[in-house]
């Protein structure tokens, strides 16, 4: 493979990954571009800005990066490509523009479903049984361009975000290192995406995480591992005290509807009796004074079970 030079945006894993998968493929990465680190987030994932300086490439963090200075660093660079791994702002036209062979990115999902913000977690709160990795041409609209490829994940029944995550980490990397020749030599596939077939998701917010105790039990479990750790997680109010849902399972059994959800007891354990008749067991929960200790509490509920609302 002839060298080709790669100007980079990238953070997180997938970036992380992504960056590492270009040098392994000499690809010449003659600047990496990233977002200083959030201080009100958790950092649970890898830095681009730790592995450029381990690879002693050249790398800014810049606030805006559509801006005549940047544009014009990039555009002096000649680049071959421009590739956009998980980097959390919009890549303008005249960066995009810079790229000789393509400006590239890679998505979290199956394009042309869930573009936008968090699709892995989008997805898992839908109840998708699979999601994956998209490596697409860049447009001025959001992950709207021409698919080179795609691979696929699955999602199983009680996978979190971060596992999901983790599946589409590796599969970004994969379709990336086996897209590269066709990139280099002009043969790779140029799919159009059928838009129309797609719909756009948007940022998630804390206050999203809020449980409904009206909805089925699975929508309840879908939005607790949507949302689990290292993410701000799911919420709710009982009896008067914030719990934080940290992680439950859908029982194999069911029991009568009711008008209300309610928090119950039975075998040393918790459980949600939902009001379509699912049932959730609750396996790790906290409130602000730590983690609850969920057997003596399931005694308690034995005998005075709590209506949630």
């Not at 080709?4 to 960056?19: P, S, T």
Request: neutral net charge; proline residues 7%; glycine residues 8%.
């Amino acid at each position: 493979m002839s060298a080709a030079r790669a100007v980079v945006f990238a953070y997180h894993d997938v970036g992380v990954r992504c960056l590492k998968a270009l040098l392994s493929a000499g690809v010449e990465v003659p600047l990496v571009v990233t977002t200083k680190d959030d201080p009100n987030e958790t950092q649970w994932f890898a830095s681009a800005a730790v592995t450029a300086a381990e690879y002693d490439l050249p790398l800014i963090t810049p606030a805006d990066v559509n801006t005549p200075e940047i544009e014009r660093t990039v555009a002096e660079l000649r680049p071959d490509f421009v590739f956009s791994f998980y980097f959390r702002s919009m890549i303008g036209a005249p960066l995009l523009h810079a790229a000789r062979l393509g400006a590239l990115n890679i998505h979290g999902s199956l394009l042309p479903g869930y573009r936008g913000r968090a699709p892995v977690n989008w997805a898992i709160l839908h109840g998708e049984r699979e999601t994956g990795a998209t490596l697409h041409y860049m447009t001025e609209r959001a992950d709207a361009g021409d698919i080179v490829d795609q691979l696929a994940v699955p999602i199983l029944e009680d996978d979190e975000a971060r596992d999901v995550f983790g599946k589409v980490t590796l599969a970004a990397e994969i379709i990336l290192a086996r897209s590269l020749p066709g990139l280099i030599n002009g043969t790779a596939p140029r799919l159009p995406q059928r838009l129309e077939a797609g719909k756009y998701f948007g940022r998630r917010r804390p206050e999203d995480g809020r449980i409904d105790w009206t909805r089925p039990a699975r929508d309840i479990h879908n939005l607790v591992r949507a949302v689990a750790p290292p993410f701000p997680g799911a919420f709710a109010e009982v009896e008067g005290q914030r719990w934080l849902i940290h992680k439950t399972r859908v029982a194999p059994h069911t029991i009568e509807p009711s008008e209300r959800a309610r928090l119950f007891g039975a075998n040393g354990r918790c459980y949600v009796a939902c009001r379509e008749g699912g049932v959730l067991e609750v396996l790790a929960a906290a409130t602000a004074a730590g983690p609850l200790d969920l057997p003596a509490l399931a005694r308690d509920l034995q005998k005075h079970p709590v209506s949630l609302s």
